[in-house]
Each structure stands twice: as C-alpha cells, then as structure tokens.
C-alpha cells in the first residue's frame, strides 16, 4: 500500500467522505418519503442518543490510536505500536459492552427523557425501541473505528476511505429496503420500520469492519504483524495510560458535538411545547434541527472531517520533531481550506435552501428557514473540529477541555432565552437554537486561537491573507446570484423546476467562485503551484496543467 502525503491524504479522504456524504444527503429523499414526518422524528430521537454512546465507546480511541501510532513510528519503537493496537482493543471491548447494556436497558428510560410531555406524536415505547434496535451497533462500530485509527497513524488513508465507502453503501441498502418492505409490502407499523433503519448501522459497520481486518492480514508485512520487532522499554502500562490521556480530549470533543445536537432537540422540544406550535409542528422542527438540516450540511462537513484524517499524524509528527515552522504552516493551511472550501456551499445552500429543502423532503417553511441559518453552524462547526484536533495533536488537553465546555455551556445557558427573544420579536423562536449554536462554536474558535497563538507561538497572518483575498469571489458570487434570481426567477413549483433553479446557481456560483480564486491566486496559496498543477492535469486528464 502507499502512504499519503498531508495534501494528497487530506485530498483522498476528502473525496471520499465527500461522496459518503453525498450518499448520505440522497439517500434521505427516498428515506423520507417512505416514513413521513413522524418516522423522520423518531429516526431521529433514537440516531441522536446512540451518536452519543458511541462517541463515548469509539470516538476517543480511533484519533488517540491515530497519534499513538503516528508518534512511535516516528521514533521507531515497532512494537510498542502493535502493542499499542491491541491493548486499545481490549478496552475497546470493555467501553462498547457496558455502552451497549447501557442503551439497551435504560431504553425505556431515555424515551421518556426525550419525549417529556408531549403527547399526540411518537410514544416514549417508540422511542426505546428504536433505540434497542439501534444499540448492537456500539458493538462493532468501535472497533470499525479503531482500525481505521491504526492505518491512519501508518498515513495509509485510501483503506479507510474504501471502508466508509463500503459502510455507506450497506446501510442505506438496509435502511431503504427494510423501511420499504415494512411499511409498503408487509404492512407493518412505523416503529419496526425505523427499528430496522437504525439497524442499519450494524450491518454497515460489520461488513465495513471485516474489509479492513482483510485488508490488514494481505499487507501485515508492512504493519510489522507478521515478524516479531525488537523489543522496547516501554511498558504496557506507559502505553495504557497514554491511550486514555489521548482518548480522553477526543472522547469529550465528540460528546461536546453530539450534545450540542441533542440538547438543541430536547430545549427545542421542551420550550415550543409551551409556545403557539402544534405537536407535529415540534416534532418536525426539533427533528429538522437536530437530524434532517445536518443531512444536508454533511456537505459541508465532509472536508473538515476528511482534513482531520491526514492532519493528525502529520502535525503530531511534525510536533514529535519539534519543527515549529511545519506545524504553523499546516495548521494556518487546514484553516484556510476548510474555509475557503466551506464557504461557497454554505452561502449557496442559504441562498438556496427553499428549493434544497423541497428537492430533499418536500415544500416546508419551517425547514428552509431552519436550513439557512443551519449552514452557517456547520461552517462553524467545521472550524472548531479543525482548531480541537490542532490542540489534541498538539497535546494542549486543557485547552480541548476549554474550548469544548465553554462552547457547549454558552449553547445550552443561550437557547432558551434566545428562543423567547425571538419569539419577542417575532422571528420564528426555533432560529434562536440555531443561533446559539452559532455563538457557541465562534467562541470554541477565538478561545483555541487566542491560546494556540500564546502558548505556541501560532501566527495566522497567512489565513488571515487567505481568507481575505476568499472574501472577493464570496461576496462577488452572491451579488451576482442574487441579481440572477432577481432577473430570472424560477419558481419552485415542481421538483423539476426546483432541481432546474439549485443546478444553475451551483454552476454560476461556482465558475464565479472558482475562476476568481484562480486569478486571485488563491488556489496556489492554499495547495501550492506543484499540488495545483497536479490536481489540475488529473482532473483533465493530462490537458491542462504546467509540465
């Protein structure tokens, strides 16, 4: 297998979580129609409380397995690596078991919890049993997760990107089916039908899973697995400990994530309930919020999360040989693409989120106007992901700790007053969840760039001049957009019509965005001239391009 580089492995992951994601946006539209809005709703109660469990059973371990691998191949101690590999599994095992018992048991517990007092919609027995069938996935997705943690500290990204290609396929395969034959061919109720969507997790991960222990076995050479390595003097204890003090900032930084989404549900479910919303109205716009918005944003999110793969090993080794000036510029290089990537979906899907909306689950008020503020949170949300794993290659566990809680108490302390603001005012009060997300993630960023710049020395003169340069294809992009659809408007009267009006704003936007950036030469401040001319005479094919 061949390593990848920090660019070509941020490139490769990206492409392939983009293409994840873009399965996981389609794949909604026909989930949708299928369950309607009050399976959406449950889907969503059951799929955001297990993100939680899982993040608390696997999502420390794969980005701590990542740099542990990464740091002991820098300095060479083989075996202290593969012994690293397999104590994380044993505690993988411990985590995911009493994870998936507690799921499992306190079901009927955690539906009440969620539903409250809300009556006329899903049941709190709905809900646990979704949940039930949605908790064997702790099982396996952890381990899914840790071994793509261990390739990634070896910078093998283009396995674990085929296994998220794989785990994609197999569960919308499980989910659109089983909700299909439930409900349309054997006529069964709604809960089993969202019961088998959910389950969908376990059988995409297992099949994922087996992949990449295949994958291991064929190429054990290169990991070391097949020779016994020499010896070191680190011990498994010194390893143990390591594991845990790296796993535990990831471990919070992804409960952090998924809280902010689940605490948006149950405030929004919570506070709407004693405001002039019907039942089905809560239900639809806390599951708009928390689940079906996002959907969309994955978009969005995918480069954050693709750059995150190739970044840790890369700065963690970078950090291990103490060269300063590789660390300041791959990390003023993940901001500055993360952004400049990020920047053009965001304000086109605000500018478009009527007919995006409409095109994924149908013409709703609530739902576009929830969409385009939503994206300026996943924007946010996809610079915060980028400065927490700076800080946790970095090895600043306090800074993690502070940037994470603050972002999500000023988030849970904001939305309740902001949606009685609103309400005030008389804006639609489920936008100020929305907004104190918003406020929550801004302040993650300036707290972890303030101190990242005082504890480390980090400049960012070089994002600085990136992203102001970026600002002029942006706001020239939406100008001209806006007087398009202002000169040529295309009601969304049809999905035809909707698709018709989202293909040529994209193609506008984009020639706009793009072209604009290449004149500006922002695409070599951000890849640099040898990756551009790379990345260009591989998109056509040899014709374009600087030999």
């Known amino acids: 297998m061949k390593k990848n580089s920090f660019i070509e492995g ?9 293409f994840v994601k873009i399965l996981g946006m389609l794949y909604v539209i026909p989930f949708y129609s299928i369950v309607g809005s009050s399976g959406g709703a449950l889907y969503s109660y059951a799929y955001n409380i297990y993100l939680i469990f899982l993040g608390i059973s696997s999502a420390g371990l794969p980005n701590a397995i990542s740099k542990i691998i990464s740091e002991y191949n820098t300095l060479g101690y083989e075996d202290a690596k593969n012994r690293a590999y397999a104590i994380a599994l044993k ?20 539906g009440v919890f969620i539903i409250g007092d809300l009556t006329g919609g899903n049941t709190p027995e709905d809900v646990a049993f979704v949940i039930r069938c949605v908790s ?50 054997f006529n069964g109720s709604l809960s089993l039908a969202i019961g088998i969507a959910v389950a969908g997790a376990f059988v995409g991960g297992g099949a994922a899973y087996l992949y990449l222990k295949y994958v291991m076995h064929k190429h054990k050479d290169e990991f070391s697995l097949s020779k016994k390595t020499k010896k070191d003097k680190i011990t498994n204890k010194e390893i143990g400990l390591k594991i845990v003090s790296y796993a535990i900032p990831f471990i919070i ?9 689940f605490t948006d549900q149950i405030l929004v479910l919570r506070t709407l309930e004693h405001m002039h919303y019907t039942t089905e109205e809560v239900e639809f716009i806390a599951s708009a919020i928390s689940t079906w918005a996002p959907k969309i944003c994955m978009i969005i999110n995918a480069m954050a999360m693709g750059m995150t793969v190739s970044l840790i090993p890369t700065i963690v080794s970078a950090y291990t040989k103490k060269d300063k000036k590789e660390v300041n510029d791959k990390i003023n290089k993940s901001i500055s693409m993360v952004t400049y990537i990020s920047l053009p979906l965001v304000l086109g899907l605000s500018i478009l989120s009527t007919p995006v909306w409409q095109v ?24 915060y992901m980028i400065i927490s794993t700076i800080c946790q290659s970095l090895n600043k566990i306090k800074l993690v700790y502070l940037v994470s809680i603050t972002g999500f108490l000023l988030n849970a302390l ?31 960023i300036l707290i972890g760039l303030i101190f990242l710049h005082k504890k480390e020395g980090i400049t960012y003169q070089e994002t ?63 890849f640099g001239s040898v990756m551009l001319n790379k990345i260009i005479k591989k998109l056509t094919l040899g014709k374009l391009g600087n030999n």
């Open 10 to 18: 941020t490139i490769i992951a990206t492409l392939a979580i983009v």
């Open 253 to 261: 930084i992804n409960i952090v994530t998924n809280i902010y989404t």
């Open 414 to 444: 904001l939305d309740v007053p902001i949606m009685y603001l609103f309400e005030y005012l008389h804006i639609e009060a489920f936008l100020g969840s929305i907004v104190a997300s918003i406020i929550g993630f801004s302040s993650s």
């Open 91 to 110: 505690i993988i095992t411990i985590i995911s078991v009493v994870a998936f018992l507690i799921l499992f048991i306190l079901a009927e517990e955690i």
């Open 464 to 526: 600085f001049k990136v992203l102001s340069k970026t600002l002029i294809p942006a706001i020239t992009m939406v100008l001209i957009l806006a007087l398009f659809n202002y000169l040529i408007p295309i009601a969304c009267t049809s999905t035809i019509k909707c698709l018709l009006k989202i293909a040529i704003n994209a193609i506008i936007g984009g020639i706009i965005y793009i072209g604009l950036s290449y004149k500006l030469h922002i695409l070599d401040d951000i």
């Open 136 to 185: 064997p996935a702790v099982l396996v997705i952890p381990f899914l997760s840790i071994t793509k943690g261990y390739l990634q500290g070896h910078k093998f990204v283009s396995p674990s990107s085929i296994s998220q290609l794989i785990e994609q396929i197999v569960r919308i395969i499980v989910i659109l089916a089983g909700s299909y034959l439930v409900l349309n061919v």
């Open 360 to 383: 994924f689950y149908s013409s709703s008020k609530f739902g576009s106007q929830i969409l385009s503020l939503a994206v300026f949170s996943a924007l946010l949300a996809n610079v």
